[in-house]
């Protein structure tokens, strides 16, 4: 990147033809022949000198900072490091032009080049000029720069002409002409919605003469439900998004409401500011809809480390180090992640103003609460809706109802054990870890062993005890909300253990009998399914009442499930001992919580754990209190202080204790049964209390330094918060209309996905060390744009795909080419090989086979069974391969484990999810080949793409040849092109003729079953066509935006 | 020779534009290009997967890693200790464990003497464990490093710090920056090959060879022991070689007409791919047939045709540098002794240290051994204090120990010592970042100017802190 940098300042001339003249304020001045401080000085400041020199307390050098004009012009010693106006007075040029080791700057053991001797020349005129200093241009924020004039004036269709134009004027180039036209709606279709057209979607552009043809499709492709999916999927990379947690265990996880949301977001056009803010904090917005906190798992992508021996502490810390550098890539378009360890050598952003950044962060719960879909969401509103009503018939029969329930309540009386909380230790090993809570339960986090025994110990002065009390609570930070460790928040507590020894004479022990166990909650009897069984897929047990916790069997255990909807509450067990379990003198007591019924494989979502749990005792014989802790505590409120909503959760428990409601309570209960199973979904939840952050030394969670508020650093834009500062502040902050890079970092990205590269070509740092702009001005202009409308990203693409810089021809000469290989001035349209996800969408649209269904819970395509074993995954993974049409959807809804990615997506670049991209790599390679060529799917799009052009009712294999390959590429073949393809089909028809193909093998699907046949056409045939359109579907084209 | 196909003749037109265009995008670079300076600051960013000269004369100039998964348990393997042994069963020094963190126990458990008997070996006199009497062979060939430290104690994090010298995911792997420096000088493999054998695949998944920030033509392709070596190497279905062969020439001559009218010298390069795709078709499984290696080999290693196993990824991993692969690694991922120390410390080295020996000793029969620079290693030790009862112990990064062969290491070198306990290291120190900075030197980088910029930093793979060669094991 420095190297091109150079050689273009180098190559630099003067240019004739400028853009409008006057002030160079907004983006820079790519454009100017004077020189600039920023395009011009900076970059080389700053590549040379800054390390040393820089915005870094600990790591300056000589005391001497370079990044401000200030400290730069400072007397030093009767000089100055840059005397204005006087290069032979400045130390600074001396040191950069000399020759001596000891004196030349960089030093030659830093690793970095010296300046060039044209270098040293520019920094003097620079000096000589007087040494005028400004900041980065993307530290200012964008202005709206005038229209420039251009030659080309017949070829401007939007502004974006204007400037592009202009520039290709000033580098002595031409645009192209018009792309013809069915190039060009193939390249707008896979542009705006990621697929290629039909032909008769070709065919109809094609006869479509009216001025506003274009125009049309444009607008019906951006209200297509695809445009979403294509554009979704780049925000995905940005947003890290994948299905599974990562690391070694890298078990799936339930995301895909956030993937539909960015999905469904975009389709509606939501103004990207708007989009950010329910990103980074749609739980704290009033009121938040599902969707707003469904929105937050932006931030939940990172990563999950849950193998055994973790701190889940320090693997929170680097999940919320992946969050600060997916913010700064994919929201600001700056590098944070230096300011983890060490101050930013290049930026002035200290390590303080990290952590400050950090802090507005650092007060959320990890929370995984269900959510339900749009249908679901109905479903569960007409249940509630029904139950409300059939309570308020209740009422209304039973005018009353408020005294009864108050008589039901003081006959209830107060509860009288006197329990006494246990302060139990882990005594187990370490693989599950637990957090003490103020409440004194423990909170289960990190690995999630299966099959296993929880041993706590805890030692009490009381001198009875005869009951033992475990509450189970929830918490934000289990699945569901608990109380289990489970994916929808159960458990299954196989038995309760316990042993008591003397303190005073470790010697006396007694293993304690218990006699009776009760229990607030137990659902009926239930057998555990699937994934709750041993490796051969038998069943863990039963689980069912608490008495199951006593019965000495580790395949019967207490289960709590309530089935949907009440699932996850707070629950009680009480054990009663059949004599004293206390020792005179102390008791220590040794606790086991066995756990034996999930299932076999703890690296997979299979266990039925604990999650949060508190255990107490008392000197008395006690039941558990049947009345539910939600319930309990509003009875604890005065009667009327409680409101609306209380009264009626309190109605709600007591009717089902009145006799005569039998009835009525059991058409409630069949509504519940009907209730729909919704989702877990990772998202935020802030804590009530709120973390201290701290500086961390070199990032080490356990160093901390000084204790940090949240705030933003003084280099951009200001921050402004009534009241301590929030995550909504900071979210807010992020896409304040002053922001220097926000809107520019979105634009630049955009751009980048219809021409290849950015405006900008480190979208992932717009500071002072990324690349400068190709057309500073174009990229302020629609910065400045994208605002002024909204923030919506709909007109941004009107604007582009209106433009006629993006109509031109792809086609080039060598002569052109060797001009600007990388079509970095854009004197001709845009060529490349599609993302991944395309790839697989071109090739199963264009044969048929795609299903377009949008949304929806992640799809498994065939893949090789053994990528998902080991050794080649660390621990066994389901693969729960889709058959009935669900394996042909879009590749955005293939299921991604991020240490096991789906070999075709990858092959073609696409990324893991390990961290944020905002910019993919493309290769073209072999191993490309052999995925297009050979992989099972691809080889039955070839198969459908022959039924396809075989049901047609045609005059022969020309025509057919000729629908085949255009439903590849849009255009028609040449005669050329037509030669080749008949050549091949006759071929392959002779080769099965003569009995040397088997068509039966060739006709297989990618699961080994007999393909789809055509009714009328011989194997043979379809065969033959499944060959020459394996060709078709590889050819270069077909998986390039022409 | 290998067989070659050539499925057309190529267009003159176009010949030199893309094959530029090829090496700059593609998986596998051309062997008989000339060799390229390596730039200070960046490869020559035409032709990423040209054969590229280093900073100085290299002493290796290709890596065979040998990545045991789990960290095998320095104590039973390389660093004998008697004194442990003496205190088999009392607890630590409080000093020693002070501040310490465990993965999994708690530090202060008794201390468990070594499980296995040493001996020494060689002219050197090394000594090792009875496990390994075959590596006992080869000693004089090893130099063995008793002081490695590394950063990280649980599996995934640390394995991402052994391969990538940082523990943040997203950065180059060793041998991602390895093949960037030095390219390919295979025409029909990729540079970078992985393979994996063991209990489990390795915990740091394909991070352990991505690519990070570099190009991804860099990071490493996985290959398998059995069946299809790469992915989709096969044809489908009732697609014979005919077919495949008539498919691609058709498939070629029309992207050939396709370039001919829009000038995209980037649909030469897909042909190429096509072209090598094709080839690798017919060289992958030839390379994989290990059959036709004379039975002493076979032996030699304990490998047998057609049985995936650690032995056969080790001699596949000899005949692919022979065909020019710049780095092979393979992982495996079986030595997470918590338990079972003894049973399964006797299974691994039954299921290894013979392939180890042999590989050694048939790259050197085969005068590879000192242009091959061989790494034996886990991402950390293990402690000194028992894990359970009696037969486990737990993560330690504190101090382990990896061996080096071939490629300008001196054998017959022990270097650095532990405490009584091999708990920490006291002599001779050597960060795994040290360890990188060797590794680059043998290949004849300047570690400190080997670097790539991204995200406005020169990064490297051995980070910022000072680093050094371990000259001490430098033949």
């Known amino acids: 990147m420095t190297k091109h940098r150079f050689s273009r300042l180098v190559g630099f001339r003067p240019v004739a033809l400028l853009l409008l003249s006057g002030s160079l304020a907004g983006a820079g001045d790519a454009d100017s022949p004077v020189i600039s401080f920023r395009r011009d000085v900076l970059p080389l400041l700053s590549e040379r000198c800054f390390a040393c020199h820089g915005p870094d307390d600990d790591s300056r050098e000589a005391d001497l900072r370079l990044d401000r004009r200030a400290d730069a012009t400072a007397p030093r010693d009767g000089t100055a490091a840059i005397v204005p106006g006087k290069p032979d007075q400045s130390e600074l040029l001396h040191r950069l032009a000399a020759s001596d080791p000891d004196v030349v700057m960089p030093p030659p053991d830093s690793g970095k080049k010296p300046l060039t001797p044209k270098q040293v020349t520019l920094i003097r005129q620079w000096i000589e000029q007087g040494a005028p200093w400004s900041r980065h241009w993307a530290y200012e924020p964008p202005r709206r720069p005038p229209l420039p004039t251009t030659g080309f004036r017949d070829r401007v269709q939007t502004p974006i002409d204007a400037f592009v134009l202009a520039r290709l004027e000033a580098e002595g180039l031409a645009p192209a002409s018009r792309a013809d036209r069915a190039t060009l709606i193939r390249r707008l279709y896979l542009d705006l919605i990621g697929l290629p057209p039909s032909v008769e979607e070709v065919d109809a552009f094609l006869s479509d003469t009216s001025s506003d043809a274009y125009a049309r499709v444009v607008d019906r492709l951006l209200d297509s439900p695809h445009y979403g999916e294509r554009w979704g999927r780049i925000w995905l990379d940005a947003a890290r998004y994948a299905d599974s947690d990562g690391f070694e265990k890298d078990k799936p996880r339930e995301v895909w409401f956030y993937r539909d949301w960015v999905i469904r977001s975009l389709n509606r056009d939501m103004p990207y500011d708007r989009f950010i803010i329910e990103q980074i904090a749609g739980d704290l917005l009033p009121n938040a809809t599902q969707d707003q906190i469904v929105a937050t798992g932006f931030l939940r992508n990172s990563m999950l480390n849950e193998e055994g021996g973790i701190d889940p502490e320090e693997f929170r810390m680097q999940a919320m180090f992946d969050r600060m550098d997916a913010i700064g890539k994919s929201v600001l378009g700056l590098t944070l992640q230096c300011g983890q360890c060490h101050h930013h050598k290049y930026e002035p952003f200290s390590q303080k103003d990290y952590y400050r950044l950090f802090a507005f962060l650092n007060n959320s719960h990890e929370a995984q609460p269900v959510v339900y879909t749009r249908e679901q969401q109905s479903e569960r509103r007409r249940i509630l809706n029904e139950i409300a009503r059939i309570e308020r018939e209740l009422q209304n029969r039973t005018p009353n109802w408020r005294q009864r329930m108050a008589e039901w309540e003081s006959a209830l009386g107060r509860q009288t054990v006197p329990w006494t909380v246990l302060e139990i230790s882990n005594a187990g090993d370490n693989n599950q870890r637990y957090y003490r809570q103020e409440d004194g339960s423990l909170l289960a986090q990190g690995y999630a062993p299966t099959r296993f025994d929880a041993t706590f110990t805890a030692t009490t002065n009381e001198s009875e005890i005869r009951s033992f009390r475990l509450e189970l609570f929830t918490d934000p930070n289990l699945p569901a909300g608990g109380p289990g460790r489970a994916v929808d928040g159960q458990i299954a507590l196989s038995e309760f253990e316990v042993t008591a020894t003397s303190v005073t004479d470790p010697s006396r022990k007694k293993v304690v009998k218990f006699v009776r166990a009760t229990a607030d909650y137990s659902n009926p009897p239930k057998q555990l399914k699937a994934p709750y069984t041993d490796a051969k897929g038998k069943s863990s047990g039963v689980i069912g009442p608490v008495e199951y916790a006593i019965d000495g069997k580790n395949d019967t255990g207490w289960g709590i499930d309530a089935g949907p909807g009440r699932r996850n509450q707070a629950r009680q067990a009480v054990f009663v001992a059949e004599e004293n379990a206390a020792f005179p003198g102390g008791t220590r007591l040794t606790i086991v919580l066995s756990q034996r019924q999930g299932g076999w494989n703890s690296d997979d979502n299979q266990n039925l754990n604990l999650g949060r749990f508190r255990i107490s005792v008392a000197p008395v014989e006690a039941d558990a209190d049947p009345i539910p802790r939600a319930i309990r505590s509003i009875l604890r409120i005065p009667p009327h202080e409680r409101s609306d909503e209380q009264i009626a959760k309190v109605f709600s428990y007591w009717r089902t204790t009145v006799k005569e409601w039998e009835e009525a309570n059991r058409r409630i209960e069949r509504l519940w049964s009907r209730h729909p199973e919704g989702t877990t979904q990772f998202t935020l939840q802030e804590r009530t209390t709120p973390r201290q952050t701290f500086v961390l030394e070199r990032g080490d969670f356990l160093k901390p330094l000084d204790p940090v508020t949240p705030g933003t650093p003084d280099f951009l834009h200001a921050f402004d918060a009534d009241g301590p500062p929030t995550r909504l502040d900071f979210a807010r902050w992020l896409v304040a209309r002053d922001s220097p890079t926000t809107a520019r970092s979105i634009v630049n990205r955009i751009w980048q996905a219809y021409f290849g590269r950015g405006l900008v070509e480190t979208p992932e740092d717009l500071g002072t060390t990324g690349s400068p702009p190709s057309h500073p001005r174009l990229l302020d202009w629609l910065a400045v744009e994208l605002m002024d409308h909204g923030w919506r990203w709909k007109p941004i693409h009107r604007l582009i795909v209106m433009s006629s810089v993006y109509q031109q021809s792809s086609h080039v000469s060598p002569a052109a080419f060797q001009r600007d290989p990388d079509n970095r001035w854009l004197a001709r349209g845009p060529r490349f090989r599609v993302d991944a996800e395309i790839v697989h969408d071109i090739l199963l649209a264009a044969s048929g086979l795609l299903n377009r269904k949008v949304g929806g819970r992640s799809v498994y395509p065939p893949a090789p069974e053994f990528l998902f074993q080991r050794p080649a995954s660390y621990g066994p993974k389901t693969w729960a391969y889709d058959r009935d049409g669900e394996q042909y959807r879009r590749a955005i809804y293939t299921f991604r484990f991020r240490s096991v990615p789906h070999p075709p997506l990858q092959a073609f670049d696409a990324p893991s999810g390990e961290y944020s991209t905002v910019k993919r790599p493309r290769t073209n390679t072999p191993l490309q080949a052999l995925v297009t060529l050979n992989e099972p799917l691809f080889f039955e799009c070839a198969q459908a793409l022959a039924r396809q052009s075989l049901v047609r009712p045609s005059k022969g294999d020309r025509e057919r040849l000729t629908y085949a390959f255009r439903c590849c590429v849009a255009r028609r073949p040449t005669e050329d092109e037509l030669r080749v393809l008949q050549e091949l089909l006759q071929t392959q028809r002779r080769r099965i003729q003569g009995k040397q193909l088997d068509p039966q093998a060739i006709l297989m699907d990618a699961y080994g079953r007999p393909a789809e046949r055509v009714a009328g056409v011989d194997d043979g045939e379809l065969a033959a066509w499944t060959l020459v359109c394996r060709v078709l579907l590889n050819l270069d084209e077909t998986i390039t935006k022409e | ?475």
């Open chain 2, 1 to 475: 020779m290998r067989r070659r196909v050539h499925l057309e003749k190529a267009s003159k037109t176009f010949q030199d534009v893309s094959r530029r265009w090829f090496l700059q995008q593609c998986g596998i670079g051309l062997g008989a290009i000339a060799l390229h300076d390596l730039l200070p600051d960046s490869t020559n960013a035409a032709e990423p997967l040209a054969p590229k000269r280093p900073h100085f004369e290299p002493r290796a100039k290709r890596v065979i890693f040998l990545f045991m998964g789990g960290g095998p348990s320095h104590l039973e393997l390389f660093d004998y200790k008697p004194a442990l042994a003496k205190f088999d069963g009392q607890l630590p020094p409080a000093e020693l464990i002070r501040g310490y963190r465990a993965a999994f126990i708690n530090p202060n458990s008794k201390l468990l003497g070594p499980k296995f008997k040493f001996h020494r070996y060689g002219q050197c006199g090394a000594e090792l464990s009875e496990l390994l009497p075959n590596m006992g062979k080869v000693v004089d060939e090893i130099a063995i490093v008793k002081s490695m430290v590394t950063d990280a104690f649980n599996h995934a994090p640390a394995q991402i710090f052994m391969s990538t010298g940082t523990q943040q995911f997203g950065k180059p792997s060793l041998g991602a920056w390895v093949t960037y420096g030095l390219g390919s000088e295979a025409d029909d493999l990729p540079a970078f090959v992985v393979f994996s054998s063991g209990k489990k695949g390795p915990s740091g998944g394909n991070s352990n060879w991505g690519s990070g920030f570099l190009p991804t033509v860099y990071q490493g392709v996985t290959f398998r022991s059995t069946g299809d070596p790469v992915l989709y190497l096969s044809n489908p279905s009732g697609v014979d070689a005919k077919v495949q062969q008539e498919s691609l020439a058709a498939i070629n001559r029309l992207n050939r007409l396709h370039r001919d009218a829009v000038g995209d010298p980037e649909i030469d390069t897909r042909i190429r791919s096509f072209e090598m795709a094709f080839r690798m078709q017919t060289s992958a499984p030839e390379l994989m047939d290990i059959a036709q290696e004379p039975q002493h080999v076979l032996d030699l290693y304990g490998a047998e045709p057609g049985k995936p196993s650690f032995a056969t990824n080790c001699l596949l991993a000899r005949r692919l540098i022979e065909r020019g692969v710049r780095f092979v690694e393979l992982f495996h991922e079986s030595w997470d002794q918590h338990g079972g120390l003894v049973r399964d410390l006797k299974r691994n080295c039954l299921d290894t240290e013979k392939a180890c020996a042999a590989l050694i000793q048939d790259l050197k029969q085969r005068g590879m051994l000192e242009d091959t620079l061989v790494i034996w290693g886990g991402e950390f030790g293990r402690t000194p204090m028992v894990q359970g009862s009696t037969d486990g112990r737990d993560h330690h990064p504190n101090c382990f120990t990896m061996w080096l062969a071939g490629g300008g290491i001196r054998g017959g070198v022990t270097l650095g010592e532990s405490d009584d306990f091999g708990f920490n290291v006291v002599r001779d120190r050597v960060h795994v970042h040290d360890l990188h900075h060797t590794i680059l030197h043998l290949l004849g980088f300047d570690a400190r100017r080997f670097s790539f910029p991204f995200q406005g930093l020169d990064q490297r793979l051995i980070g910022v802190e000072p680093t050094r060669v371990v000259e001490e094991i430098l033949a």
